[in-house]
């Protein structure tokens, strides 16, 4: 099934509201691509106006399970969508690492995002001691079922999943591109036991390290659908030469 290729630029704790919006006005979108990018929740509203008119979607980085409340520092799905947000993060690694983010917490994000309209991006992946320990395929089938369960087919018929393999970021180890189409095979039979045929539309994009010279083969793979990129997606060259590379 031809799937439309979606890359996504994770701009994580990076770029002011100034340099985001000269940012993503200077993107350039191949026609059949969709692209989205992720700033700081600050300049969530100011880059949505920016890009207003062109290909380019916004989105959130993370967002709170409830709507409003006393969640002081919390950024809720609602105000996410008011600022011009149309898709939202959710268990990115950093999240899951370092600020406690389980499957249960982001199954609950995920129901809060879905009742806004939103399209959710949801994060996978094993660390380095979990592949070493041959625990990739057990790591992952938790992570999907514990992030979705609960969810129909129906209810899910927007989901994109990012697979992020943790090793290969700041290790010195690289994924090959057959580990790549590798993993991502197998997110997607274990998707077909969760929402069945809606397994075949889910575009399953990659984050581990996608640049402009391994971006083109990468995309290449049947079962690789886009990407999620982190740092080649501060620079508009290196950006727009992903861009190009899945059109």
């Not at 709170?64 to 996410?80: C, D, M, Q």
């Not at 992952?140 to 927007?158: D, R």
């Not at 069945?196 to 995309?219: H, M, P, T």
Request: contains cysteine; charged residues 20%.
């Amino acid at each position: 099934m031809a799937r439309t290729k979606f890359i996504a630029g994770n701009w994580k704790l990076n770029l002011t509201i100034a340099e985001g919006t000269a940012l993503v006005k200077s993107l350039v979108v191949p026609a059949g691509v969709e692209a989205a990018v992720f700033p700081n929740a600050l300049a969530v509203h100011a880059v949505a106006q920016a890009a207003a008119g062109s290909k380019v979607g916004v989105g959130g980085q993370n967002a709170h399970f409830e709507e409003k409340g006393a969640f002081t520092g919390e950024i809720s799905t609602s105000f996410l969508k008011d600022a011009g947000a149309k898709y939202v993060i959710l268990g990115h690694s950093e999240r899951r690492q370092y600020f406690g983010d389980t499957d249960a917490l982001i199954n609950k994000r995920l129901k809060a995002v879905l009742a806004q309209g939103l399209t959710p991006i949801l994060c996978i992946g094993e660390t380095l001691a979990e592949r070493d320990g041959g625990k990739l395929e057990t790591v992952l089938k938790t992570q999907i079922e514990g992030a979705l369960a609960g969810f129909t087919a129906e209810q899910l018929a927007t989901l994109v999943v990012a697979y992020e393999p943790v090793w290969a970021i700041g290790t010195g180890r690289t994924a090959s591109t057959a580990q790549a189409q590798e993993a991502h095979a197998f997110v997607r039979s274990v998707l077909r036991n969760v929402v069945g045929a809606l397994a075949e539309k889910v575009r399953i994009q990659y984050g581990g390290s996608v640049k402009a010279d391994n971006a083109k083969e990468l995309l290449g793979q049947p079962d690789v659908d886009g990407a999620l990129v982190g740092g080649a997606s501060l620079k508009a060259a290196d950006f727009n030469a992903i861009l190009a590379a899945a059109g």
